[in-house]
């Protein structure tokens, strides 16, 4: 490793180190709970669930095989795109898919505090053990928890779990912040 190389990873070390320290809340969470700027889109668990039994392409951030992806994702954020240009539903892809990013961005994976871990798939899916949280943990009715959104409620799982005593099994929401202001391609 060059001279050059540990003093970057030493800057890294402190800015992650103060980034723990901050007064401030996690920039990402504080962004999440913000008031929503006007004309801006959101990932419910409903909107999430109705993407997901259409399988649309938009959840694994990939581009639309087909004009209808497109157009089934775009009545799923209650937009259409009757009349658009290719450029301007080209736009609208990018902010449903942004939209999608930044909601998934909020989960945080979490380890059990007796360490124990739930290794494999078990065939639930993400979206079912979040909505069931929401519900049976946080006593949210069913039909405001599928009105959610889908970043506050990863947030909320993760709170509710590091009150628990669990701990975070990857970066934290700072840590995240800190890596995201040095540009680390990994984490933004």
Same mark, same amino acid.
């Given at each position: 490793?060059?001279?050059?190389?540990?003093?970057?990873?030493?800057?890294?070390?402190?800015?992650?180190? *103060?980034?723990?320290?901050?007064?401030?809340?996690?920039?990402?969470?504080?962004?999440?709970?913000?008031?929503?700027?006007?004309? *801006?889109?959101?990932? *419910?668990?409903?909107?999430?669930?109705?993407?997901?039994?259409?399988?649309?392409?938009?959840?694994?951030?990939?581009?639309?095989?087909?004009?209808?992806?497109?157009?089934?994702?775009?009545?799923?954020?209650?937009?259409?795109?009757?009349?658009?240009?290719?450029?301007?539903?080209?736009?609208?892809?990018?902010?449903?898919?942004?939209?999608?990013?930044?909601?998934?961005?909020?989960?945080?994976?979490?380890?059990?505090?007796?360490?124990?871990?739930?290794?494999?798939?078990?065939?639930?899916?993400?979206?079912?053990?979040?909505?069931?949280?929401?519900?049976?943990?946080?006593?949210?009715?069913?039909?405001?928890?599928?009105?959610?959104?889908?970043?506050?409620?990863?947030?909320?799982?993760?709170?509710?779990?590091?009150?628990?005593?669990?701990?975070?099994?990857?970066?934290?929401?700072?840590?995240?912040?800190?890596?995201?202001?040095?540009?680390?391609?990994?984490?933004?």
């Amino acid at each position: 490793m060059t001279t050059e190389e540990e003093n970057a990873l030493r800057e890294l070390g402190n800015e992650l180190a *103060t980034a723990q320290q901050s007064p401030w809340e996690p920039l990402c969470v504080a962004r999440a709970f913000a008031t929503p700027q006007s004309g *801006t889109i959101a990932l *419910t668990m409903q909107w999430w669930i109705d993407l997901e039994a259409m399988r649309s392409p938009l959840l694994r951030l990939e581009t639309p095989a087909q004009v209808e992806d497109l157009e089934r994702a775009a009545r799923v954020f209650a937009l259409s795109l009757d009349g658009m240009s290719p450029e301007d539903a080209a736009h609208v892809w990018r902010a449903m898919r942004r939209t999608v990013t930044e909601a998934f961005a909020l989960a945080m994976p979490m380890q059990r505090p007796d360490g124990a871990s739930r290794a494999g798939q078990d065939g639930f899916g993400a979206w079912l053990p979040l909505l069931a949280f929401l519900i049976v943990e946080c006593g949210i009715d069913p039909m405001t928890a599928r009105k959610m959104r889908v970043d506050h409620a990863f947030a909320l799982l993760a709170a509710c779990r590091r009150n628990q005593g669990w701990e975070c099994a990857a970066a934290s929401y700072a840590q995240r912040d800190a890596l995201n202001e040095t540009g680390d391609p990994k984490h933004s």
